[in-house]
């Protein structure tokens, strides 16, 4: 088998004195999804944003393709630190649970600042992969808008674009229907699918356990700071772990 | 008399280069043909004021400052009009050569400056109401409270007396506070107030005696560094009194001649006929409006600009995690909001020059009030970058922005939408505030009302219509803000 594109391992992280994460291990091969899945207060966003280096864990290691930050090592200064988590950082886009859109920008102006203004990308062609992004989540002809003018369901498509807009080598997902009003999920959840069966490796935190179990190659559960359970899609429909089934039973009753 | 151009003289303030200029080099002897500052009231008639019908700066004491300026050789002289209180620490601070203003001869002031011989001998007279009869001599004094400017010989002699001083700006807002009844007498010269009496047609206010028997001399006033320019002027008044000019000078606004010793009574009866309040203000329309071209507006624009760059800076300082920037930056806001804008003026302007940093007038009042904004705009703008929701610094920074980056191109416009209503307030305050320069030698709008003011006595009208001035460019910055709001609005978070 050949070298997974995520590995992290031994991830740790506290706030304050309360430990968030106790030591996460993972790997995801190129083009699957993970699902993320947990109560809250499980260290499940936590992992996704470690992954991103929004949080910066107490120790461990994060690496997506040849990209890689040792926490645990004391950085030898801080310049290097600092290209390390650029590095790191430049592989993956977020989405996340409250879009967190740009309001001062159109919707094209929101897909091309990263690849314009941080990977200096020509506009025009910025600007042409762009409007095919928007094509591909169903917001064609919606370039000029501005996210106020758009849906909580719009909204949120554009920042899966404006995710794609970077060409990274992983989409990191943070709840990404848990903010919308229930007719608005399926439409974002409808794009997160075709971006899974055209090939794009993903890590999701999400509560949509039925979706989850349509597009997961893979199911980490997580219970206080630590993988409690993980396995295939099956694990959703036939949890070895009492914590695991408590947590399904309790979210699928609340469907 | 000759016309002067005063609009080249608030030009020449403005640009501060006569000011720098001027810098006595050289003196040897006389006719060097240099440029004198001489700093009088303007709003002291007879002796100095401005004539509403051609603006021209004018009076007995502009004249013999005139007189003398051509007998010893000099340029015309470059005026820079104060209110009295002003003139001494602007001689001291080097920002004027000499002062023409009826300045009296006393042992405090001889010690301190050099003086001239007199132009004008006076004596000192008791002023009250119409109505109050037993205030005759300084020994009646005692326990009163006397309207008088603060460092005027006078306002020495009423304190002298026992009385209480309360300070003013000039003879005609004391006479004013008389009438009203806030204040209980004036101690002045006779001549200023037989003027006072004459052109205002005035039975509001009499003299009822007169203050000691001393006779008064008042001549001009030149710092301990000028004493060559001293002499020179010193000499030229002793050949203007003796080739009768001073006497010309003299009869033409006094009937007699005040330049000699025991001079006859004085006659002020004048052309100058009270005006009604609607040519007063058809008068001062236009000089109000180019004070307020060459004064409050640029002031306003130059010093906003200024303070919102400073008010970046601090907020960003302050916000930094590094004690280093941000300690100086906290001490600095607080410093700004927690000391009164005039007394920052007033530091910058009179106090400065003793450190032998001498800044010209409209610098020094620009630098300062771009300070005050800019501590209040740091406040107003680091409040408005902390409302810009964190959820904005985190998207920026996973499409790869390095801090500043994120804070230029995401945070910042958005924190300036925020800050348009506060920032605004500020902007209408500091037009407001600029009315405040009028103490550091800068003509403004409202020191032209106040010109006006003292000629006429007209203080409800003029400054009811400094007050419109006032009002219409806010409403205007006003009608602008709504716009820019408008603008920046199109998007709501």
Redesign the interface.
């Known amino acids: 088998m050949s070298t997974p594109l995520i590995e992290v391992h031994g991830l740790a992280k506290s706030f304050g004195d309360t430990p968030v994460l106790r030591g996460v291990d993972f790997t995801a091969a190129s083009g699957t999804a993970t699902v993320l899945l947990g109560p809250s207060g499980s260290g499940k966003t936590t992992v996704l944003r470690s992954m ?1 280096v ?1 949080e910066t864990p107490d120790a461990g290691l994060v690496r997506i393709g040849d990209a890689s930050v040792d926490f645990g090592e004391l950085p030898g200064d801080k310049a290097t630190r600092r290209r390390e988590i ?1 590095a790191l ?2 592989r ?3 989405v ?1 649970q ?1 879009h ?5 920008k159109t919707v094209l102006g929101n897909l091309i ?2 690849p314009v ?3 200096g990308r020509p506009e025009d062609e910025a600007v042409a992969d762009a409007r095919q992004l928007l094509e591909q989540v169903g917001l064609a002809g919606r370039e000029d808008a ?3 003018d758009l849906s909580g369901g719009q909204q949120q498509r554009v920042g899966i674009a ?2 794609l807009a ?1 060409k990274p080598d992983v989409v990191l997902l943070d709840e990404p229907t848990s903010a919308l009003d229930p007719e608005l999920v399926g439409e974002v959840l409808g794009v997160v699918r075709d971006l899974s069966q055209q090939g794009w490796t993903m890590v999701i935190v999400t509560h949509e356990v039925r979706f989850a179990r349509d597009v997961c190659d893979q199911v980490l559960f997580l219970d206080g700071g630590v993988v409690a359970e993980r396995g295939s899609a099956e694990v959703l429909t036939d949890p070895q772990h009492e914590r695991t089934q408590q947590f399904l039973r309790r979210v699928l009753e609340a469907r | 008399m000759k016309t002067r151009n005063r609009v080249l003289a608030i030009l020449g303030v403005l640009l501060g280069l006569s000011a720098l200029l001027a810098t006595p080099a050289h003196a040897d002897g006389e006719g060097d043909g240099r440029v004198v500052r001489v700093g009088t009231e303007g709003t002291y008639p007879p002796f100095t004021f401005v004539d509403p019908s051609n603006e021209d700066l004018t009076g007995y004491d502009i004249e013999v400052m005139d007189a003398v300026a051509k007998e010893a050789g000099w340029s015309e002289p470059d005026y820079v009009q104060s209110t009295f209180d002003a003139l001494f620490p602007a001689l001291d601070a080097g920002r004027i050569d000499v002062i023409a203003n009826q300045v009296t001869i006393n042992p405090e002031r001889e010690a301190r400056y050099l003086f001239t011989r007199p132009y004008t001998y006076s004596r000192g007279v008791i002023v009250t109401a119409a109505d109050t009869d037993d205030i005759t001599s300084l020994e009646d004094l005692k326990g009163l409270t006397a309207a008088q400017s603060e460092t005027s010989n006078w306002a020495q002699v009423a304190r002298d007396a026992g009385a209480k001083v309360q300070s003013v700006e000039g003879f005609a807002q004391a006479a004013e506070l008389l009438v009203q009844g806030r204040v209980d007498v004036i101690v002045n010269d006779n001549i200023a107030v037989l003027d006072y009496l004459a052109s205002t047609g005035s039975d509001d206010i009499k003299i009822t005696g007169n203050a000691g028997d001393e006779i008064s001399r008042q001549a001009l006033v030149f710092p301990q560094s000028q004493q060559q320019l001293r002499d020179q002027a010193d000499q030229a008044l002793e050949r203007l009194g003796a080739d009768g000019t001073l006497a010309d000078i003299s009869e033409k606004y006094f009937g007699a001649d005040v330049s000699v010793e025991n001079p006859d009574e004085v006659d002020v009866t004048t052309d100058r006929d009270p005006r009604s309040w609607g040519e007063v203000l058809q008068d001062v329309a236009w000089p109000m409006l180019r004070g307020a071209i060459l004064g409050t507006i640029p002031l306003t624009a130059i010093s906003f600009v200024a303070g919102l760059l400073i008010g970046l800076a601090v907020a960003l300082a302050r916000m930094s995690p590094s004690r280093l920037l941000s300690a100086p930056a906290r001490f600095y806001i607080s410093l700004i909001r927690g000391t009164p804008l005039l007394v920052q003026l007033f530091i910058f302007f009179y106090g400065f020059p003793q450190v032998g940093l001498t800044l010209p007038g409209f610098l020094a009042a620009c630098l300062a009030l771009s300070l005050n904004v800019g501590g209040y705009a740091a406040e107003i703008i680091r409040a408005s970058i902390l409302s810009v929701p964190r959820g904005q610094l985190e998207a920026a920074t996973t499409i790869g922005m390095e801090r500043w980056q994120a804070m230029r191109r995401i945070v910042l416009p958005q924190a300036a939408r925020i800050a348009v209503p506060p920032l605004s307030n500020s902007l209408l305050s500091l037009v407001k505030d600029t009315s405040l320069v009028s103490v550091v030698l800068v003509t403004d709008l409202f020191r032209e009302a106040q010109n006006a003011a003292a000629f006429s006595q007209q203080y409800l009208p003029l400054y009811m219509f400094a007050a419109l001035y006032y009002w219409v460019i806010c409403f205007a910055l006003s009608v602008g803000q709504g716009k820019l709001e408008k603008r920046l609005g199109r998007y709501a978070v």
């Open positions: 991103n929004l650029r950082r430049s993956s886009g977020m996340f409250s967190h859109l740009f309001p001062h600042e990263g203004q941080v990977q501005r996210p106020a404006r995710a970077l």
